[in-house]
């Protein structure tokens, strides 16, 4: 478990610096292979520069005999600079010097690990029990302040020492050799007796039941051992309290790593039910208020209403009786149960009250049945950043022993994690549902009518990740020409979907005061800039005029469109791809292509052609042979395009636009006037300089 929660590399130098061993996990860590490294100068080849002065001072420390820690950033194979905890101690090299023997872990995990250990602080630094742990060479790893006064010598004097160093007055050679029994076989030993005297209590003989198990990872690798330590002399029923305090000390443990390993509401929900039953219950029912999870139902449909979302019974159910995960109920009124919900505190359960908590017509029936087969139960809310979620609901059958004060406290905090993960994985649901929901009704609208224009256009947020800000667009122009738009605003979630919507709003304003595109652009890249510092965002306007037979586009760091022609032949527009909205560049162009009929115009984001382990060249080249067959419904061009671009679920979000050229239309309307009678915009390149670019014709 540890290595799973803290991956920590190692590697060993020589007298001189050089590298002469380096761990699989050192590889796992940092990406260096081993003949990349072993050979070579250990500080110049992984520290960062500015760190190498602490590094030198730390070696030469660990050179003259000390073990130091520090902290180094050290540089990835792929360039990037870790962060790491450094442990460094001498260590014999092969010539028989003294080298040094290096133990890192990336300073993030151990933060982490930090965290997930906060939990059980309490248990250890709380408990009456002595307790300790000790590395594979049976040396004490921590050791609580209950053992230290046992023994009459302060908790930091143990660390790094043997039993028998530490006191030697009582039978501690046997004990070890019980401790390297644990380790070697894996095996718990328990009420291994330790007497004597120590200095604690120099004038009396005291006598100790002592347990020890074997600390193991999730791989079932014993890393060491935990040994729990009882003053019976006076109370030799302490003995099986001391069990009972491992054990739980042991579930809390496995339980900061089961617990909360997705944002799935669900999975979090069983992972629960898991880790209770059957260690510490012989059921448990994780119950959720409707209201929870649907909060867009009406108040009066939900209120009261809980849902099972995960259960298991390690005893038979009642014939007839309905405990399946999905079920829904009304909580009793005045019942035990909406106290819990009302006040947010767990209470125990008596056979009066466990009816009301299951459905089934016949009550009397379900009482007699939990008479013979619950001994106890405890009702415990579902409480997280303080609205509660639901309950879950925890028995033992009659064959155990009933819950006690401390089963009450392993079982309220488990609880209480659960709840908390609980809500994180509705919250992020929620978000992203939020997301979705404003980005669809943002871009999914019915394409309007355009002159001389077949039009299809999809939008996929990607699977596994947050919704992000891909949009497309299609305007009406006077004169019958028609604006295209797609953009994509950088990064994800409800943000990024908003920013999305005001870009939008402003591309739809801005384009009916008939700029050209680049000036359109311009405006747009401003627009950006007043919406703060941090954001940014590509898009492509483009204007169609089928009087013209062509577009004139304008991007803004965009990947380029594409082409097609009634032959089939594909080619992406070379022009100027401009600087991303928000840079601050503000160098915008655009160019004129023309579009006879039948060709294809594709505009499309990111997401569609850029994929991690992927070259985005090779992405456009893949594009293009998806774009070969147009002989075709728009619509199963557009989809046959994403089937073969994304065959798996898509990593970024993707929105594709699709114009195909019609024939030309009839007679110009009234205002089609000639481009001559009504005069011509100047020539457009970069925006505000007006020159270096096809001419832009105004309506």
């Not at 457009?684 to 001419?695: H, I, M, S």
Request: glycine content about 10%.
């Amino acid at each position: 478990m540890l290595r799973e929660l803290l991956p920590v590399a190692l590697w060993r130098a020589d007298a001189r610096g050089r590298v002469v061993e380096w761990s699989l996990a050192a590889q796992a860590v940092l990406g260096h292979p081993p003949d990349a490294l072993l050979g070579r100068d250990a500080l110049s080849h992984l520290v960062a520069e500015a760190d190498r002065p602490l590094a030198e001072r730390l070696t030469r420390r660990a050179l003259a005999g000390q073990s130091v820690v520090g902290t180094l950033t050290v540089r990835h194979r792929d360039g990037r600079p870790v962060p790491m905890e450094m442990w460094i101690s001498p260590a014999a090299d092969p010539q028989g010097g003294t080298g040094v023997l290096t133990v890192a872990v990336e300073t993030s995990a151990v933060r982490a690990m930090r965290d997930a250990l906060a939990a059980l602080e309490g248990l250890f630094t709380q408990s009456p029990i002595g307790l300790a742990t000790l590395g594979p060479d049976l040396r004490f790893l921590r050791v609580n302040d209950a053992l230290a006064r046992m023994n009459g010598v302060p908790a930091a004097e143990h660390l790094g020492r043997r039993l028998t160093e530490v006191v030697p007055g009582v039978n501690a050679a046997v004990l070890e050799k019980a401790m390297q029994r644990v380790l070697d076989r894996g095996e718990p030993m328990v009420d291994v007796r330790r007497t004597g005297r120590t200095p604690a209590d120099p004038d009396h003989d005291r006598t100790w039941s002592c347990s020890y198990a074997p600390l193991l990872d999730g791989a079932g690798r014993r890393l060491g051992v935990i040994a729990s330590l009882i003053d019976v002399t006076e109370k030799q029923e302490a003995q099986a309290e001391a069990e009972r305090a491992r054990q739980r000390f042991a579930l809390l443990a496995e339980a900061a790593t089961r617990i909360g390993t997705t944002l799935d509401l669900r999975r979090t929900a069983e992972e629960v039910v898991g880790v209770l039953v059957p260690r510490l219950a012989d059921s448990a029912d994780v119950q959720l208020l409707e209201a929870v999870l649907q909060p867009d139902e009406t108040t009066a449909s939900t209120r009261g209403v809980v849902r099972r979302v995960a259960a298991e019974f390690r005893y038979p159910a009642l014939p007839g009786d309905d405990l399946a995960v999905g079920l829904t109920y009304q909580i009793p009124l005045g019942s035990v149960y909406e106290q819990v919900i009302a006040e947010g505190r767990p209470m125990n359960l008596y056979l009066t009250d466990i009816p009301a908590l299951f459905s089934g017509p016949d009550s009397e029936r379900l009482r007699t049945y939990l008479r013979e087969q619950v001994g106890c139960a405890r009702l415990v809310p579902l409480v997280a950043r303080g609205t509660v979620l639901g309950a879950v609901v925890v028995t033992r059958t009659r064959r155990r022993m009933p819950f006690d004060t401390q089963d009450h406290v392993v079982i309220d905090e488990l609880a209480a994690r659960a709840a908390l993960n609980i809500d994180n994985a509705r919250l992020y649901t929620a978000q992203r549902e939020a997301a979705l929901t404003l980005q669809r009704s943002l871009t999914t609208g019915a394409l309007p009518e355009a002159t001389g224009l077949e039009l299809a256009g999809r939008y996929l947020p990607a699977s596994d990740h947050e919704v992000g800000g891909d949009w497309f667009d299609v305007i009406p122009l006077p004169g019958g020409r028609t604006g295209l738009v797609i953009g994509d605003v950088m990064g994800h979630g409800i943000h990024a979907a908003a920013v999305m919507g005001q870009l939008r709003t402003a591309v739809r304003t801005l384009a009916r005061q008939d700029l050209p595109p680049a000036e359109l652009v311009a405006a747009l890249d401003a627009a950006v800039a007043d919406l703060g510092e941090d954001e940014m965002a590509t898009c492509v306007y483009a204007v169609h005029d089928p009087a013209a037979g062509g577009c004139v586009v304008a991007r803004a760091g965009h990947p380029p469109p594409a082409v097609v022609d009634t032959e089939g032949r594909v080619r992406y527009l070379d022009g100027s791809p401009g600087t991303p909205l928000g840079a601050g560049l503000r160098d915008f162009r655009s160019e004129r292509i023309v579009l006879p009929p039948g060709c294809l115009l594709v505009l499309y984001t990111d997401g569609l052609v850029e994929a991690r382990g992927r070259d985005p060249d090779e992405g456009l080249q893949r594009l293009a042979l998806a774009l070969r067959d147009l002989d075709r419904p728009l619509d199963d061009i557009c989809d046959g395009v994403l089937d073969r671009m994304l065959p798996a679920a898509a990593q970024d979000d993707v929105a594709v636009l699709l114009a195909r050229t019609a024939e030309p239309p009839g007679p110009p309307a009234a205002d089609r006037t000639p481009t001559a009678a009504r005069g011509e915009r100047p020539a457009e390149g970069p925006a505000g300089r007006g020159e270096g670019a096809p001419r832009w014709t105004g309506p």
